[in-house]
């Protein structure tokens, strides 16, 4: 019996047994984390065997799959558009010797990995820079940084082209319901959502104060029946293309001289993504967004004497925090400006002081006497009273 295999058997008669009901809440807390440290060690050695099988074919003596993938999803129980994305992922890994070594030593899942791999293969300079972000950052940050990568080293023109020709809105009725998909270029998308934006915080805010609570999904399609419905029987025929308001766009100084990007910089609409240079210039040119170029004024010198927000630095905080600040926390919906520091013992409002965090953690810190702690990456950690953290 190969080591792994009894190692499994063991961890088996172990979850048989469990009674979690024995357990004090903390321990059981601590045991969660364990669990997914054995769950990320379980996936990487899957993924690792997956591999091998499927070099040496013997996938296919041991099932009647049509493919590899198909074997894999049907073993793991998983999709194949998963098991495609663990066989891909591998495949990077053999390239990228560091993420390999944070990968087998359980301090990535595997779909950490595949966002890090994808990002690092098109970009290997990228790799520490995914890596950091992987360990300090929700999925969401992940994702879109694995995005500006690959956009900063894409052909433009051709990306560009590429998603104009393959614009689509599908649907296609399930029972009372009818579900779609849709696809085509980002800027087009953002304007779309542009609009919704108002709409859909407004839906937001009143289920708040009636006590609901739905996925943001939910009132993003409320918003959109609503737009529509504010638009029935208007017909407006575009005979030009004329640039839209898209909100703010950051990029880099030399993207925005030059044209395009360059590896570590960015063109993007935050909160959607990436989008071409020449589309910021275009629409640029109509005074239509608000710009924040990121090689440009330093925003930190930028500090009120009251409690009041300057425009600028509300553009900068809401760029740079587009989720919450706290660790792992992907909220982007409701979110909350907070100090730092008090303004009643400080008297200032400042870029560094400042922050956006959840409904959640603002709770925990104005109601439960959470404090936070500000790390040198710019990204917040609370810290529980004494009590609570004992409990």
Known sequence: MFEIERIAAELGRVVADLDPA??????????????????????????????????????????????????LAQTSGCSEAAARDAFATA??????????????????SLQQAAHVTAGAAADPSAEQRLLATAHRSGMRELRAEKERVIAAVTDEVAARRKARTERHLRTWTDGFATKGSFSG?????????????????????????????????TYRFDAMIELADQRAGVVKTRTKAVARPTGTVLVSLPALLSGRTRPGETCEIPGVGPVPVAHAREVLSHGL???????GVD?????????????PLKIAIAVRDRTCKVRGCDRTLGLHRHHTEHYADTHRTTYRELGNICDEHHDLVHHRDHRIVDHHDGTWSLRAPPDEAAA
Not at 32 to 49: D, S
Not at 185 to 198: I, N, Q, R
Not at 290 to 295: A, E, F, H, K
Request: glycine share 4%; net charge negative.
């Open 289 to 295: 967004l608000q710009l924040v170029i990121t090689d």
């Open 22 to 71: 024995c357990l004090e809440g903390r321990d059981a807390a601590q045991l969660t984390e364990t669990a997914a440290r054995i769950e990320r060690f379980g996936a990487t050695a899957k993924m690792l065997f997956a591999q091998r099988a499927a070099e040496t074919g013997a996938w296919s003596r041991r099932s009647h799959a049509a493919s590899q993938e198909q074997w």
């Open 91 to 108: 495949e990077r890994l053999d390239e990228l010797p560091t993420t390999a070594e944070h990968v087998r030593a359980g301090k990535l």
């Open 299 to 311: 925003i930190q010198t930028v500090v009120s004497p009251t409690r009041h927000v300057p425009t």
């Open 185 to 217: 270029p980002t800027e087009d998308v953002a304007t779309l959502l542009h609009a919704l934006e108002p709409l859909e915080r407004a839906r937001f805010e009143d289920a708040r104060r009636s006590g609901e609570h739905e996925a943001r999904e």
